[in-house]
């Protein structure tokens, strides 16, 4: 059974980058399609990025699209962050499907999820 890790949230200025990872300690990742997650203050989660089991396929929101980057190795999945904004802020989470491809954003379609790791984005 997965157990998903995040890490790499911090306080970081708007215009900064951050790099989150995503891990399950003793697995490999290689057999999941992963999201990332997020949820600000007083919003709902949304669904901000997906990547394939092969890594061939990305998807993002538009939110994020053009300043996040999704990526994998067998280990771990990474969100690049660039160029943040305030509005940015939130506890960011990655989730895994059991073995099926998901709907990238849509949370019933996850079955394991992290723990959530803070990004605030502020000067």
């Known amino acids: 059974q997965l157990h998903l890790v995040e890490s790499g949230g911090g306080l970081v200025q708007p215009g900064g980058s951050l790099r989150l990872s995503c891990a399950s300690p003793g697995f490999t990742l290689d057999e999941h399609n992963i999201g990332w997650f997020r949820q600000a203050p007083g919003s709902e989660r949304e669904g901000i990025s997906c990547?394939?089991?092969?890594?061939?396929v990305t998807t993002y929101a538009d939110s994020v699209k053009g300043r996040f980057i999704i990526s994998r190795d067998g280990a771990k999945v990474y969100l690049q962050m660039n160029s943040l904004k305030p509005e940015d802020t939130a506890v960011y989470y990655c989730?895994?499907?059991?073995?099926?491809?998901?709907?990238?954003?849509?949370?019933?379609?996850?079955?394991?999820w992290g723990q959530g790791t803070q990004v605030t984005v502020s000067s």
């Open positions: 989730a895994a499907p059991y073995f099926e491809t998901p709907e990238c954003f849509r949370e019933s379609d996850y079955d394991f």
């Open positions: 990547i394939s089991r092969s890594g061939d």
